[in-house]
């Protein structure tokens, strides 16, 4: 009898089902890169490379914890996968940032993709052998201050994944590698205008700048990573001291070869006393050969240090997404309010 394997995520089968992400004629390995892990970011179209800074930056921008309220958080999301077909695929992030003083501050992330257990049989009758193929990304980041207005950091990421199965082909291996993040961050502070406050943000992150992943090297088995380009701008209306209107928009282009399209993002956030958020957004894909657009949703509510976050993804395309109809969690810790108040009281004391 032809040999059975009881499965449907595979070595690269897998990266083909999150590259819907993708343009359909570029395939990159570690896709996992590119989803969006936080919740937050999740509600507004998947942008975050020019929104107000939180404990996630990390992924979408870490140039911007230099300009955080807040002294030091850490944060922990989770995003299930495939949910219609499966209940444990699913990624996790896990984010922690310090700021060192009023001009620098450095972050660590984690991400672990796990693809679940998959049972390979030779026949029916084969009680078969249970794996776990995973991917996972570490990643630690320094931003600077370069003036009251503007700010840059540089992230190295180490890269692991799993996905190549020994009981399928015996030479193959775990592929590693790193990646590098060079990004910037530009934002005023409150300015005046007739009838409200007002703050101009913008933002710009080249990810995974590095070598390719080798699952084989006697076979060549090569994978590029997902390098890819963030640009984004926004204004937040500070109608009074209680209520304020962000807008955002974000273009995103894949660099990796026989990528063509350009994503569009745009997204909105409602705060009520910095307690309470609502959130909606719109992800398009100008190209239309992935055919990917969808609305998403979203809601986050504040109490003293803690926050949570959910969002809600809801394709408009006649193609889901594996991220249609699920519903995204984050859960964050913001200890020290008004950092850098603090930080400077602390200097002085120390002087």
Do not use: H
Not at 324 to 345: C, K, M
């Amino acid at each position: 009898m032809k040999k059975i394997i009881f499965l449907f995520l595979l070595l690269f089968g897998v990266e083909n089902l999150l590259a819907q992400q993708q343009n359909e004629e570029t395939v990159t390995g570690v896709p996992f890169l590119l989803i969006s892990a936080d919740a937050r970011a999740s509600g507004m179209g998947d942008i975050g490379v020019a929104t107000a800074p939180d404990v996630f930056s990390q992924q979408w921008n870490p140039a911007k914890y230099p300009f955080s309220e807040n002294k030091l958080g850490i944060a922990l999301s989770y995003t299930p996968y495939l949910s219609s077909l499966t209940n444990d695929i699913a990624l996790l992030n896990l984010n922690y940032f310090n700021k060192i003083n009023e001009r620098s501050t450095y972050a660590l992330s984690l991400r672990y993709f796990g693809l679940g257990e998959t049972v390979f049989k030779q026949n029916e009758t084969d009680p078969g052998v249970a794996v776990t193929p995973n991917e996972m990304a570490f990643d630690g980041s320094y931003s600077l201050k370069l003036s009251q207005t503007f700010s840059m950091s540089v992230t190295g990421r180490y890269i692991r994944s799993d996905l190549k199965i020994q009981e399928v082909d015996a030479t193959a291996g775990v592929a590693s590698t790193f990646a590098v993040d060079i990004a910037g961050y530009y934002q005023t502070a409150e300015l005046s205008f007739k009838n409200f406050q007002g703050i101009w943000r913008g933002g710009f992150n080249l990810s995974n700048l590095g070598p390719k992943l080798n699952y084989n090297v006697n076979s060549g088995s090569e994978s590029v990573l997902p390098t890819n380009l963030k640009l984004g701008g926004g204004f937040d209306f500070i109608l009074d001291e209680d209520n304020t209107l962000a807008t955002s928009i974000e273009f995103n282009k894949l660099l990796v070869e026989g990528s063509k399209e350009v994503t569009t993002g745009l997204g909105l956030e409602y705060l009520y006393q910095n307690c309470f958020a609502l959130r909606t957004g719109f992800y398009n894909d100008s190209n239309g050969i992935g055919n990917l657009n969808f609305f998403t949703f979203g809601a986050g509510l504040k109490y003293k240090k803690v926050k949570f976050d959910l969002s809600y993804l809801n394709s408009t395309s006649k193609q889901t997404t594996s991220l249609d109809n699920i519903i995204r969690f984050s859960l964050s810790f913001n200890i020290g309010d008004n950092a850098v108040d603090n930080i400077e009281e602390k200097e002085k004391i120390n002087n």
